[in-house]
């Protein structure tokens, strides 16, 4: 037999099998071979803690990347919450990501609505707190669970190719 390239003649995924089919040039006789199955990526996640604290506390809310194996040169992160619950007091850079520089917002951001940027030169592959946010809890708050959430804006990495985050709000 002279056996052309292949074609793929089923695509494989991460749950399927894919198969290739190889055809004989002089007889038309065909043969199929099995091709493996995707891996499974898991996405880097972006987590923000959940936190406890009475009304006229101050309360810290710790923010985590896991599952970082893409190497991150670049991410912008939007946090949203409820400004008649939490004051936006500051922000100190946690141990992940110590390659990429922290911008923290201005003094002219929207209250309930925080954005904060890393970069880099280089690709970062650490998983850990990115950053502690604190917060005052407003005096007439009541009692109760109150969303913190998390949206990445960009992430990229060192070739500036889009990654993409899952997110967990705290």
Same mark, same amino acid.
């Not at 309360?59 to 990347?65: C, L």
């Not at 922000?91 to 309930?112: D, M």
């Not at 650490?126 to 992430?155: H, M, S, W």
């Given at each position: 037999?002279?056996?052309?390239?292949?074609?793929?003649?089923? /695509?494989?995924? &991460?749950?399927?099998?894919?198969?290739?089919?190889? *055809?004989?040039?002089? +007889? =038309?006789? #065909?043969?199929?071979? !099995?091709?493996?199955?995707?891996?499974?990526?898991?996405?880097?996640?972006?987590?923000?803690?959940?936190?406890?604290?009475?009304?006229? /506390?101050?309360? &810290?809310?710790?923010?985590?990347?896991?599952?970082? *194996?893409?190497?991150? +040169? =670049?991410? #912008?992160?939007?946090? !949203?919450?409820?400004?008649?619950?939490?004051?936006?007091?500051?922000?100190?850079?946690?141990?992940?990501?110590?390659?990429?520089?922290?911008?923290?917002?201005?003094?002219?951001?929207?209250?309930?609505?925080? *954005?904060?940027?890393?970069? =880099?030169?280089?690709?970062?592959? !650490?998983?850990?707190?990115?950053?502690?946010?604190?917060?005052?809890?407003?005096?007439?708050?009541?009692?109760?669970?109150?969303?913190?959430?998390?949206?990445?804006?960009?992430?990229?990495?060192?070739?500036?190719?889009?990654?993409?985050?899952?997110?967990?709000?705290?």
């Amino acid at each position: 037999h002279a056996w052309n390239e292949g074609i793929v003649t089923t /695509e494989p995924t &991460v749950e399927t099998e894919g198969v290739k089919t190889f *055809t004989c040039t002089v +007889c =038309g006789d #065909t043969y199929t071979e !099995t091709i493996p199955k995707l891996p499974v990526v898991e996405k880097p996640t972006v987590t923000a803690g959940i936190a406890q604290a009475q009304a006229g /506390e101050q309360v &810290v809310i710790p923010v985590s990347i896991s599952k970082n *194996t893409v190497g991150l +040169c =670049g991410l #912008t992160v939007k946090f !949203t919450y409820d400004p008649a619950v939490l004051n936006y007091v500051s922000a100190e850079k946690g141990e992940a990501l110590p390659t990429l520089e922290l911008s923290k917002p201005g003094s002219a951001y929207v209250e309930g609505d925080l *954005t904060f940027n890393w970069d =880099g030169m280089d690709s970062d592959y !650490t998983n850990g707190e990115i950053i502690l946010l604190t917060f005052d809890v407003l005096n007439a708050v009541a009692d109760g669970n109150y969303p913190f959430n998390v949206e990445i804006v960009k992430a990229c990495d060192f070739d500036l190719n889009d990654v993409e985050l899952d997110t967990v709000a705290g």
